[in-house]
């Protein structure tokens, strides 16, 4: 709506131009202003036609008023539905576009993460595979553990055995020496004994002796 | 017929003061042909911006991937992502096509939403978003046509149109019909989504200049890139489309 309101000026000059038989469209001449365009034709209408301005102008205006179809085909082809050349550019330009994103960008980028994936990969399963070596690894250390153990305990119970062999062998040797001592002690206990039994004897006497005395008064 | 003329003035008086341009070309000259040329302008800066980032980027990759860097890879992996799901295992050579849809799109509704364009003036129409043109949305979807007729044709040869006849001959003019609907409306629905957006931005900011748009132009951004995936989504899943086997 606004569109039409917008280039309903348009035609009417479109339309004087024609009128005034020039028949370049302004459209066609383009790098140039259009503004100049839009200051010169009226001029050229208004020269051509100053006797008849009243009649002209009313002529435009009913042309205006009751031509609506032709009015909004021209503004269509005039303004949004525009097909012309730009098509076929911009198909060029996508298609440069579309090269030279594809060898600048998706192509040595797309490669370059499928290559780092791809090294990603191989380095996890290698990893997968020395987890393997691992275990083998840990069986053989498991097996030296075991050996080790098995030679320590062996020679722990030799260890042992020699140390109890000797042991034993100290302790019989004491125990005779002990054995030995004693009986000597005892021996000479009893020698001691008898010695004070006879020392024993002989003070007896000697007592009884003079318990005698002092009882029996004898003298 | 006074009252015609003078309602005609004071309306595009208002019209002017809004500012509002639509359909409004800078027209060139390239050969007997016209040409529009605030879209190949902003077109030529959304290509160099992309080709600039993505040089800046990728120049050196890193192993552990720097913020840059990192940042495209996301991008990559998100374009791989959409290209898998829509066609399947063969994506491979779909990427480029697939992924330079996304970008172009996406960083002319960006640039469109983001770059002060108005600062430069044109003696005639302004510069907008390459994808406010329908030169540009329709050249686009051409190229989605192409490129799925060429995935089935590449895939199944010949065997390719069996698929017209497939699920019933009765259906042939239907499916002769999509052929048809598929450009007209990935090239409509971006080109209306977009031309929309700024215009409304451009309506709220010459109503109420200050805080009312920002809601509108936020949710500008988000339809611009939603509407980049999506074009990027349905011409992938067309080209898988065409590519898988017809049962």
């Known amino acids: 709506m606004a569109n039409m309101l917008m280039s309903s000026s348009k035609p009417f000059v479109i339309a004087s131009a024609s009128l005034s038989s ?67 550019i911009i198909v060029a330009e996508f298609l440069f576009l579309q090269f030279a994103l594809d060898k600048l960008y998706f192509s040595p980028l797309g490669k370059f993460m499928d290559d780092r994936d791809a090294a990603i990969r191989e380095k996890l399963n290698s990893v997968k595979d020395t987890s393997g070596e691992v275990k083998q690894l840990e069986e053989q250390a498991a097996a030296v553990m075991k050996a080790a153990r098995a030679e320590i305990s062996a020679a722990l119970n030799k260890m042992k055995k020699e140390t109890q062999a000797e042991v034993e062998q100290k302790l019989a040797e004491g125990r005779k020496k002990v054995e030995a001592e004693l009986q000597e002690a005892l021996v000479s206990l009893e020698l001691q004994k008898e010695e004070t039994l006879k020392a024993l004897d002989s003070q007896i006497a000697a007592l009884s002796r003079d318990i005698v005395n002092k009882v029996l008064p004898t003298a | 017929m006074n009252v015609l003329l003078c309602s005609i003035n004071t309306l595009k008086g208002l019209y002017d003061i809004s500012g509002v341009e639509v359909g409004q070309h800078l027209y060139w000259q390239i050969g007997g042909f016209q040409v529009h040329a605030q879209v190949l302008i902003t077109s030529w800066v959304v290509i160099a911006i992309l080709l600039g980032s993505a040089i800046i980027a990728v120049r050196n990759p890193q192993t552990i991937p720097t913020d840059s860097q990192n940042f495209f890879e996301y991008v990559l992996e998100f374009i791989r992502d959409v290209s898998k799901t829509q066609i399947g295992e063969e994506y491979g050579p779909w990427v480029s096509f697939i992924g330079t849809l996304f970008l172009f799109i996406f960083v002319s509704n960006w640039s469109g939403a983001l770059l002060p364009w108005k600062i430069i003036q044109l003696p005639h129409g302004e510069l907008a978003a390459p994808t406010n043109d329908i030169n540009t949305t329709v050249a686009l979807a051409l190229l989605t046509s192409v490129a799925y007729f060429y995935a089935g044709l590449t895939k199944k040869g010949l065997g390719y149109f069996g698929k017209y006849i497939q699920p019933t001959p009765i259906l042939l003019p239907i499916n002769i019909l999509e052929d048809f609907t598929k450009p007209l409306s990935l090239s409509f629905r971006l080109f209306g989504n977009i031309l929309a957006d700024e215009l409304v931005v451009v309506v709220l900011v010459s109503l109420v200049p200050s805080v009312v748009p920002i809601p509108v132009m936020l949710l500008g951004l988000f339809t611009s890139g939603i509407q980049a995936l999506i074009f990027a989504t349905l011409a992938a899943a067309y080209i898988g489309e065409s590519m898988e086997g017809h049962h």
């Open chain 1, 22 to 88: 020039s028949t370049t469209k302004p459209k066609l001449s383009i790098p140039q202003l259009p503004l100049p365009n839009l200051t010169i034709k009226p001029s050229k209408f208004f020269t051509l036609s100053s006797s008849t301005l009243k009649s002209l102008s009313l002529v435009a205006a009913t042309s205006l008023a009751l031509a609506p179809p032709s009015l909004a085909v021209e503004i269509e082809k005039a303004a949004l539905f525009d097909f012309n050349l730009t098509l076929p």
